[in-house]
């Protein structure tokens, strides 16, 4: 059976589960050049190698009128302004000087998807995703889901992110998806109205149910985006199965640790179905 096992030992993010996927494609550079044609307004993808603890990849960044967006701006309603340091896999900065910001609804999230040059199929995964940030959210921070705001450049810059994943699973068709444990972290993160514990509490809502742990790191490991995609492309989370490997890709973070930051993303055949 094809099967894709992800590897979260030092949890997921977007960008890092794009970059991981994308090193499992024959043809890389050709990908990215269908992403940049997408459509997203202001939005160019960058594929760039990467070295962490020796190990090499490829890191993926998202551009969004020209400067890389943090990814505490996508994931935060605008009632709270949760603007999380997301040090896992973008430097979070906000004094871009950008015009003043806007924000996005679902709805609105809605019809710049439906402006995408995607499939269907791949249209009805992203909004599903997003869905259960929405609710994620929605939850954490007692606002009706209707009332959930995203803001505008960090929007952009998650649904290319949340787009890149769910093309690449449509383009690499697994039969199925297993997950590790996820490594979410640990130890708190500093929002705009005070500090949070790790996971952050839309990431902990998504992930409940998924074996989850922390750790020594001293920081956020598993973001919202991540965690969301894990939850809807997982068939099952566990050990890795008896697995014939024909590819492997490496999708790095950001910052540096003790410990390679990176996704690591195997596709193959099971010998065995395993859903733990």
Avoid at 93 to 118: K, R, Y
Avoid at 161 to 189: K, N, Y
Avoid at 217 to 244: H, N, Q, V, W
């Amino acid at each position: 059976m094809k099967t894709l096992y992800l590897d979260c030992g030092m949890g997921a993010a977007g960008d890092m589960l794009t970059a991981a996927l994308l090193e499992l494609l024959p043809d890389p550079a050709a990908f990215v050049e269908e992403l940049d044609a997408l459509g997203i307004p202001g939005v160019r993808f960058e594929a760039q190698k990467s070295v962490k603890c020796g190990i090499c990849g490829t890191r993926v960044v998202v551009m969004v009128h020209g400067e890389e967006e943090g990814e505490g701006a996508r994931e935060h309603s605008h009632e709270h302004s949760h603007e999380h340091s997301h040090e896992h896999s973008h430097e979070h900065s906000h004094e871009h000087g950008h015009a003043p910001h806007h924000h996005s609804s679902l709805q609105d999230i809605e019809q710049l998807t439906g402006q995408l040059a995607v499939s269907p199929k791949v249209r009805e995964d992203i909004l599903a995703v997003y869905g259960l940030i929405a609710e994620a959210e929605s939850r954490a921070h007692g606002v009706p889901v209707c009332d959930i705001h995203f803001h505008e450049v960090g929007t952009l810059d998650a649904v290319a992110d949340i787009t890149a994943v769910c093309m690449l699973m449509e383009r690499l068709a697994p039969e199925q998806v297993l997950v590790s444990p996820v490594h979410v972290g640990s130890g708190h993160v500093q929002c705009a109205h005070g500090i949070l514990p790790v996971p952050a509490p839309a990431t902990a809502w998504i992930l409940r149910d998924v074996p989850i742990y922390g750790g020594g790191i001293k920081s956020e490991l598993c973001t919202p985006t991540g965690a969301a995609l894990l939850r809807y492309f997982a068939d099952g989370f566990g050990g890795m199965p008896i697995l014939r490997v024909s590819a492997i890709g490496y999708g790095m973070g950001k910052k540096d640790f003790t410990a390679a930051n990176c996704v690591r993303a195997l596709l193959g055949d099971a010998e065995e179905s395993r859903h733990e």
